[in-house]
C-alpha cells in the first residue's frame, strides 16, 4: 500500500541535475533513474545516454516502468572457410561423410 504523503514528481530541477552529472561521466556506465515527465521532455538525451552504454530507467508513481539500455551489435554470422576444409586430408580409415548422406537418402521410401 502506498503511502499517501509521498509525491510523484521530485522538485523542478533535480532531472536535469541528475542528466547533467550523468552527461559528464558519459563514459563510465551509470544508472539513471527517471521520472515519465522528465523522460518526455529529454528523451532524445536519454537516448543518447543509452546509446552510451549507461542504463536509463524510467518510472511511474515512483515504481520503475521501462529500462532504457544500449543495442548490441549483432554478431556476424559464421562462414566457412571452404578452402581450408578441402585442403585438410582425410584420416585414413575414417568413412566420409558423403557415402553416409548417399545411404541415408538411398534408404529412403
Known sequence: MRNKNTFKYPPAG??????REAGAAALEETKLV???RAAKDQLSSLLE???N?????ITSDGLPKAKLVPV???RRPFRVDWEHLRSMPLKNGVTPAEIFVRQDRD???
Open 107 to 109: 534408404g529412403r521410401p
Open 72 to 74: 548490441r551489435a549483432r
Open 14 to 19: 533535480v532531472e536535469n541535475m541528475v542528466l
Open 49 to 51: 545516454q543509452a546509446a
Open 34 to 36: 527517471v521520472n515519465v
Open 53 to 57: 552504454g549507461n542504463e536509463v530507467i
